[in-house]
DNA sequence: ATATATTGTGGGTAGTTGTGGGTAAATATC
DNA sequence: GATATTTACCCACAACTACCCACAATATAT
């Protein structure tokens, strides 16, 4: 079975033992291409939930952050809130990872967590939190989001 | 009879077993193109049940949904409601391919199953569901119908 | 009409996966 | 330097999943 690699769909529930440790949905593992050397980057997600991305990926995004000017506002602020809570991380043998205490309170986890595929990363999320953000997100520019739907949905 | 490929039209009752599996009518998996090698991706619906595109369907949508920033935060919450409950699954030697309950429940399928062809994905229905969406889409506007009518010759 | 192949449905089993906890090395604290 | 605390690595086990086989029902061929 041949899916994209370092491509990430579905949701999947798992919980986050008192050492602070979650396991990485085994598909998600498997998606993994070789050179990533089974490590991910795990950083503040842009909503409260932690954003997880391919070792390989990141690099590439550290890359195209380089040749962004500094002159605007929202780079630097790209660059601050994500960039600085970033850190490298591989699976131990039973295919978890470990999570820093700053990004477990970041994103409010507790013991259930909801790990979600998005695309080109994963997002780790307290369930609860996830629940509000969708009933705001109910209120979201319907027309934008059409819009996106009609484009992109077959 | 060659019919064109990637393409499913008809109606077939089917069984969930209780490990939820269902099979694909031989004749869609007949219709999957050899590129797809034998996988499906199944999907929430629009309406309450669960879509089915051949996989090389779906690589187009990850595609489109790969080059949609994550600075945005409507772009964000389309990848998440489109993705989440996305995921392959290659039928078995029996020509089943295996649910989540994630799918199940949202589509609120039991035993029984209508699988649908719908040109370019596959739609199952808990019969019953489909029975009450049709009586309601019964009371549809002509207008809409109209307007459809100015896209599609039939 | 009979034989043969295909298709749909059920279940068993071995291997994988998720979750908890243990131990020893590494780091920090007093 | 001795003790406490954290971290990295390892093992155990229950639950689940993928894969296999069996068989009945249907369709196809002779």
Redesign the pocket.
């Known amino acids: 079975m041949t899916t994209n690699l370092n491509t990430f769909t579905g949701e ?4 986050v ?3 602070g440790r979650v ?1 990485i ?2 598909k998600f593992r ?1 998606a993994l291409s070789a050179d990533n050397e089974e490590m991910f980057v795990i950083t503040k997600g842009m909503d409260p939930c932690i954003w997880v991305y391919p070792a390989i990926v990141w690099k590439n995004i550290e890359n195209n952050l380089k040749n962004l000017s500094s002159l605007s506002a929202i780079n630097r602020t790209f660059i601050r809130n994500t960039v600085r809570y970033a850190s490298a991380t591989s699976y ?5 990872i ?1 999570l820093t205490t700053n990004l477990i309170d970041y994103s409010h986890l507790k013991k259930k967590t909801l790990i979600i595929g998005m695309v080109n990363k994963i997002e780790i999320w307290n369930p609860d939190k996830l629940k509000e953000i969708d009933k705001k997100n109910i209120k979201i520019d319907n027309n934008a989001y059409d819009e996106l739907a009609e484009k992109i949905i077959i």
């Open positions: 999947y529930s798992y919980t033992d008192n050492k396991n949905p085994a498997k131990d043998k039973q295919g978890r470990q």
